[in-house]
């Protein structure tokens, strides 16, 4: 019952909403330009600083390379080609990704796991100089991870809180410019009223901390492909979801200009017998965004999934077709580097060919989103799904 | 306590969301794309259709829903008794203006003045359809006290509400209108805000079911010292309950249309607001809170003078905004017109000529095309009553 008053414990410290929040922003006539260019009543030290990171990363013809692959997970990424799960290995692929030349004309934001945040090339150049010379944002995931949730049907609920304004302090002085933190909900499973309340209001604690810490909050509530139901399912809890999510936001003074959002596409469920068009993923997706989304804010950064690296980008493209209301790209991880990887194998020789297999990947990618993207010529590796059921981080 | 936990019941009856919706609608190939709605209802069609055709392109709405006792007051300030027959006159007036319709696209109307006709016998809903304009009517039965409130106001109006509706959508009328309000000098509550949303999501749903247009209008007073900071935290506050709620409701988002309160200082702030201020705070709150389905933003004047919230809104239109941003104004049409009728029969030619002005000044204003030169000073004078009631 707790998660389920969230809302109203949270403003109801006081009978009367103008006792719980801090005295407005001050409204004298000599109110400087900067005091109502983010309008906030609490407009925090880095207000500016946010809009400005979330509309650089949100820029045309660019989207998010996300890399911020836990120590576990990256070790399965290695163990496919070969390789032993060390530091060394893990610094070597990643030095092979941020140091990839040419990167940043397609990519306008890294996500990096915390190990990587303070890592450097071999030469001895920290990473997140090498992507800020570049013109690709820093970022780092600061969630926790996934662990069942107590009174659900067997769900999941995504920690991090803990310490987080003081871990999130630190991230943004080691060069940090945005958060990732990623939440799931299941559809087989409901999902419970209590799983999609505690998601939007971890989500939120998350993005308001993040903000007064100077690093912009990508909002990700993903909602597994797992499952049989179809699109129009798909579709209705999307809904629900977002609309939790944005309620939550609000009531935690989050800055929507200062945010970016991290969504699954609306699709059928991975074993749902029917399958529909790049164009129906589209049509609903959309759909789903104009009913959720306001148009403060800047990006929509999708994320991939398990879809193949070709399925993924046909379906940005068809999102592309015509203008939206707001940026609407990419924020993906296996659907950017699983030919990459495979690439390289571990072998010093083949760097060049796989940030090659990189740079193709992420100019695909960079066109879906000007809509300008054909899948003529593109490699039967790029097109293979990458669906794991039941997939963990 | 219960208003707090309706946002928790109303999807808890099970724990699983999936045993609350309904199952989804049909899923083959030939899919619904149109609405793409889980419980697509019988009217989702022509609620879009009339939704669009309101937030038409340099049109907005005339608001002559005044209750028998308010428009008594509108007759009283012009000498006149308020009868039926002068009511029914006065509407008669605004209904039948020639090429009204090239600048209103809905009129609202009360109850009464849904069932009337010309003193020839026409039907007044059927003059506004064949002018192009939608008739509206206000379903709301007014404000009574919140129990357990600051002094505040809830909207009643809910009971029997669908039967209404269905009768309304007979007689003609297309879309709703139901104004509640929240008033920052009492608080607002918490309850206030909520009970205020809950309110608009219910009866939005029940007209979407009977085929009529909800205006979703949670109206924030503008009595109050209150500088423009505090009247858009309130408002974003508000307007994220209201949209929370409408969503749990399951209320279609392509077939309803807003009227907010522009975002101003209150009217006793020392501190007053140009328009492009007033035009940027009120575009932040929206681009903050309303999500791109939504057709169309008909703001109300709410005690501006004519040209002020005329002004107001062409600053809002000097660039393109993802929903279309008009008005659905009574006083800030109506002012002039009532004095230059007066009562008089000889007059009437000239009242709807001063209709056609202001309603063409405010067509203008949604267009971003407005300029204040060659004003009346009667247009200019403010309209604002403290305590103001319907």
Same mark, same amino acid.
């Given at each position: 019952m707790a998660a389920l008053l969230k809302p109203a414990v949270s403003l109801a410290s006081s009978q009367f909403m103008g006792q719980v929040l #801090? &005295?407005? !922003?001050?409204?004298? $006539? %000599? +109110?400087t330009p900067q005091q109502y260019a983010s309008l906030s009543v609490r407009a925090g030290p880095y207000a500016d600083e946010l809009v400005k990171t979330a509309n650089a990363v949100a820029s045309k013809g660019r989207g998010i %390379? +996300?890399?911020?692959?836990s120590n576990a997970t990256c070790g399965k990424r290695l163990a496919s080609i070969g %390789?032993?799960?060390t530091e060394a290995n893990r610094q070597a692929y990643r030095e092979l990704l941020v140091t990839t030349p040419g990167l940043g004309d397609y990519i306008s934001g890294a996500i990096l796991f915390e190990e990587t945040l303070y890592q450097s090339t071999l030469a001895g150049k920290k990473f997140v100089d090498c992507l800020k010379e570049a013109g690709i944002a820093p970022g780092i995931k600061v969630d926790k991870g996934l662990v069942p949730l107590a009174g659900s049907n067997d769900e999941s609920w995504c920690q991090g809180l803990d310490g987080l304004a003081a871990r999130s302090a630190e991230y943004y002085k080691q060069g940090a410019r945005f958060a990732k933190w990623r939440t799931v909900v299941s559809i087989p499973n409901g999902p419970s009223r209590l799983a999609v309340v505690e998601a939007a209001w971890g989500l939120a604690r998350y993005a308001a901390i993040s903000q007064e810490n100077g690093l912009v909050p990508i909002v990700e509530p993903e909602i597994l492909l797992? @499952?049989?139901?179809n699109i129009d399912r798909t579709l209705a809890v999307a809904e629900e979801v977002w609309s939790e999510v944005f309620y939550q936001l609000a009531n935690n003074n989050v800055m929507f200009e200062g945010i970016l959002l991290k969504p699954s596409m609306?699709? &059928? @469920? !991975?074993?749902? #017998?029917e399958r529909v068009t790049p164009e129906v993923v589209a049509e609903y997706t959309l759909k789903m965004l104009k009913r959720r989304v306001p148009p403060a804010v800047p990006g929509i950064m999708f994320l $991939? @999934? @398990?879809?193949?690296e070709v399925e993924a980008t046909l379906n940005l493209n068809a999102m592309n077709q015509s203008p939206n209301p707001w940026h609407v790209s990419f924020s993906y991880a296996r659907a950017l580097q699983n030919t990459v990887l495979k690439t390289w194998g571990g072998n010093p020789e083949k760097v060049k060919a796989a940030q090659t297999a990189l740079l193709i990947r992420a100019k695909a990618n960079s066109l879906a989103q000007l809509g300008k993207y054909s899948a003529e010529g593109e490699s039967e590796e790029a097109k293979k799904g990458m669906f794991v059921a039941n997939y963990t981080y």
């Open positions: #801090k &005295p407005a !922003a001050a409204s004298s $006539s %000599l +109110a %390379l +996300a890399m911020d692959e %390789l032993e799960n797992d @499952g049989e139901h609306v699709t &059928p @469920g !991975a074993e749902c #017998k $991939s @999934g @398990g879809q193949s």
